[in-house]
């Protein structure tokens, strides 16, 4: 079973290492390093960096992407800070850069299908599915999709909500890849990656732009790996 | 002003992937569903590369996609011209500062929204959805921009309905799209 390769660097500025640090955003290592194990703490984290250092390369596009990022406080509600992508969307080299480090990622996992959750998952989604070759398939909100679908609901802070994929779309054995601008509870991440996997679809991996790390939704989608360009602590 | 490339080969599997939906969302509307062009890989690139073939030398700066499917295909364009993505939306969905554009629908009105800075004056715009129609939101659209002080170059379409005329509604904005339906 793959483990995620995601880890984060600890909380200081390093300066000869070319490593710039942004307050409340952290780096994870480059996404072509595979590491064993899951590293969570920044002890662990500091001893793997000695072992195997991120290329500098992976990290300075990181970091301009993470710079990219505005933060709206008290957004949709008081006590949100919303992590709003769109200002990356506004830099050509930022937004050419994240599509990059996915597609660097991902062309050689032989993914036939790539998800993207409603609707930030849709700018993000498609340009990964061209360059790698997949078909992409939208994620809906319910009565979005013309013709037959599947629905899957999923709670919400209060109440529940549901996501529909369309029958036909995905094959048994289509690998698939699930794509969002951020994860957070992964309640929504966890409803795509179900409907994916009640077509027998095997689910490869979750791929987003950010995680608010303190949510902990890299633990609800249990045993699949989740990798991000950038954790929000 | 039309522009439609009727005889180019990549055209013709691109109409033969879009599915007619019948009474969708209400009796009557045959609903024009471009989600199986984008699971045939082929397809999707040659649509996108068409529309990149033709607006790759214009200077455009910012390409501008309408909430939802506009996403799908505005990204790709932009991402291959090396110009901004900007995303119009249904209200309350983008945070921070917006201008709004109230337009009509069959019954009602709505809203289509832009961020405030997102788009700076005099630059050259591309509006993107997957269909024109009776052209409201195009049109909104376009108010949107002008209203930031850009330049709306042209509007680029998969599918136009031309029985609703949409194209006379885009305040003298060119339309080009790859496939009618009647």
Do not use: W
Request: charged content about 25%; glycine content about 6%; overall charge neutral.
């Amino acid at each position: 079973m793959t483990t995620t390769v995601i880890t984060t660097l600890p909380h200081f500025s390093n300066l000869s290492r070319g490593i710039f640090v942004r307050p409340n955003f952290s780096f994870p290592f480059s996404p072509s390093r595979r590491l064993a194990g899951n590293l969570a703490s920044s002890n662990m984290a500091a001893a793997a960096a000695a072992i195997s250092p991120v290329p500098k390369d992976d990290l300075e596009r990181i970091a301009k992407i993470s710079a990219t990022i505005r933060v709206i406080p008290d957004f949709p509600k008081p006590g949100i800070m919303f992590q709003d992508i769109t200002t990356l969307l506004l830099d050509p080299v930022a937004f050419k850069d994240t599509i990059d480090l996915f597609v660097e990622r991902y062309k050689h996992m032989n993914i036939s299908v790539v998800a993207g959750v409603e609707a930030r998952g849709f700018i993000f989604g498609p340009p990964i599915a061209l360059a790698i070759g997949a078909k992409f398939v939208p994620i809906r909100k319910p009565k979005k999709l013309p013709g037959e679908v599947i629905s899957e609901e999923y709670s919400l802070e209060y109440g529940t909500d549901k996501m529909e994929m369309h029958v036909g779309a995905v094959q048994p054995g289509d690998r698939a890849l699930v794509v969002d601008d951020l994860i957070a509870t992964g309640g929504t991440l966890c409803a795509a990656m179900k409907l994916l996997e009640r077509v027998e679809a095997h689910v490869v991996e979750c791929a987003c732009v950010i995680e608010l790390a303190e949510l902990k939704g890299r633990d609800r989608l249990g045993e699949k790996p989740l990798f991000v360009l950038v954790s929000s602590t | 002003m039309s522009a439609c490339h009727s005889d180019d080969p990549r055209i013709h599997a691109i109409k033969s992937k879009i599915r007619v939906v019948p009474n969708f969302p209400k009796p009557g509307i045959m609903f024009q569903d471009v989600t199986t062009l984008l699971l045939d890989p082929k397809a999707f690139k040659d649509t996108m590369d068409l529309f990149v073939e033709r607006y790759k030398n214009k200077n455009i700066s910012v390409v501008a996609g309408i909430e939802a499917r506009g996403f799908i295909f505005g990204p790709p364009i932009a991402l291959a011209i090396g110009a901004k993505f900007v995303p119009l939306r249904k209200p309350r969905k983008l945070p921070g500062e917006v201008i709004s554009e109230e337009y009509t629908l069959e019954y009602g009105r709505d809203c289509l929204e832009m961020h405030i800075g997102a788009v700076e004056p005099n630059e050259r715009a591309l509006v993107v959805d997957d269909l024109i129609a009776t052209g409201g939101t195009l049109c909104a659209a376009i108010s949107l921009l002008e209203r930031a002080g850009a330049e709306v170059v042209e509007c680029a379409c998969l599918i136009e309905l031309p029985d609703l005329k949409g194209r006379e509604r885009l305040k003298g904005k060119p339309l080009y799209v790859l496939v009618e339906s009647h």
